[in-house]
């Protein structure tokens, strides 16, 4: 079936650090892609999301290419700031009509002043 | 746009208590609704899934006469934990997404559920 591995966390960052939390992943076809984040004490905000091979999503400064050959969509900030702390999550819809979505197991990130 | 409106956002309540979660799409129909449950630390559960007009999925594990969903409309499903105790307390979060292709689910932005 359908999986996210994501890189566990927790990420620990001065502010203006890059930043790349890796996720790949398994599924039948090319699925879209997702990055959704939890800020604390709060539901998930789509961040970005890719539809097919080679898409780039951004949103905020955050970037992640979705790439097939590597079964890939790592997600990249090129400064990061005090207030991208909160919880990241890779994840993709499965197949059948209500298209369930897989999640990785989140990556907690703390940004530093 | 694409707003899910969850409420409330936290309750506390005694033993034995039922207690009911509204989720709304505000500026969409939401064809299937699902229903998460995030314990610390950890990623979404998937509790069920509903359409509209049709009985609610749950997954392996979830009691359906504990976790009572109603998906009445295009736009609302509820959750009642019905009899709740001290093990149901978390954090419950939903989701909507309408019909076509791979669109993402937009999220709620979750309650937090105390049972004394």
């Known amino acids: 079936g359908d999986s996210v591995t994501q890189m566990e966390g927790p990420v620990t960052l001065s502010e203006e650090a890059f930043l790349t939390i890796n996720c790949t992943y398994t599924?039948?076809?090319?699925?879209?892609l997702f990055w959704y984040v939890q800020y604390p004490g709060e539901g998930l905000q789509l961040l970005l999301k890719?539809?097919?091979?080679?898409d780039k999503g951004s949103n905020k400064g955050f970037e992640a290419t979705y790439r097939k050959e590597t079964t890939s969509f790592h997600l990249e900030k090129g400064s990061v700031q005090v207030s991208d702390s909160a919880v990241y999550f890779c994840?993709?819809?499965?197949?059948?009509?209500?298209?369930?979505?897989?999640f990785g197991k989140g990556t907690l990130l703390t940004v530093n002043p | 746009g694409a707003v899910v409106s969850q409420h409330p956002s936290r309750v506390i309540c005694k033993s034995g208590t039922s207690v009911k979660i509204e989720c709304r799409s505000l500026?969409?129909?939401?064809?299937?609704m699902f229903w998460y449950r995030q314990f610390p630390k950890k990623s979404l559960m998937l509790m069920a899934t509903s359409n509209e007009g049709s009985k609610a999925t749950y997954e392996q594990g979830v009691e359906k006469d504990k976790f009572l969903i109603n998906h009445a409309s295009l736009t609302l499903s509820t959750l009642t934990v019905t009899s709740a105790h001290p093990e149901d307390s978390s954090f419950y979060i939903c989701?909507?997404?309408?019909?076509?292709?791979?669109?993402?689910?937009?999220f709620g932005d979750g309650t937090r559920l105390s049972i004394l």
């Open positions: 989701s909507a997404r309408t019909g076509t292709g791979g669109q993402p689910q937009h």
């Open positions: 890719a539809t097919k091979a080679d």
């Open positions: 599924a039948t076809g090319y699925p879209s």
């Open positions: 994840a993709l819809p499965g197949g059948g009509s209500n298209y369930k979505l897989t």
């Open positions: 500026d969409f129909q939401a064809t299937t």
